[in-house]
């Protein structure tokens, strides 16, 4: 059945309005989907995860490179985290340049 603390709160996160009893914090409801604090903390998991892999894929092409011409540029740099949201430290970004 569904009302506000099904749509609003959150098995994890506790209850939207500060109930004691609310039906989805103790465990008497379902929650109809991730709280607005689920989602977000999923989305920084898998940009965590995309950050990563394309540092690795980034250094990896530096490392296999032989040639002077093949480095990676600030531009393709910004292009590939810019594609992907996520915002690398100009401490990462010195790791290809």
Do not use: W
């Not at 109809?32 to 894929?57: Q, S, V, Y």
């Not at 092409?61 to 600030?74: A, F, L, N, R, V």
């Not at 292009?79 to 100009?90: D, E, P, R, S, Y």
Request: some cysteine; aromatic content about 4%; hydrophobic content about 30%.
């Amino acid at each position: 059945m569904k009302d506000v603390h099904t749509e609003h709160c959150c098995k994890d996160h506790g209850c939207k309005y500060g109930d004691k009893d609310c039906p989805v914090v103790i465990g008497t409801a379902i929650q109809a989907h991730p709280c607005e604090l689920c989602h977000t903390e999923e989305t920084a998991r898998i940009n965590t995860k995309l950050k990563k892999n394309i540092i690795k894929l980034m250094l990896d092409h530096k490392e296999h490179c032989s040639s002077p011409d093949c480095g990676i540029s600030t531009y393709l740099v910004m292009v590939l985290t810019k594609q992907a949201g996520i915002t690398l430290t100009a401490k990462e970004q010195a790791l290809f340049l």
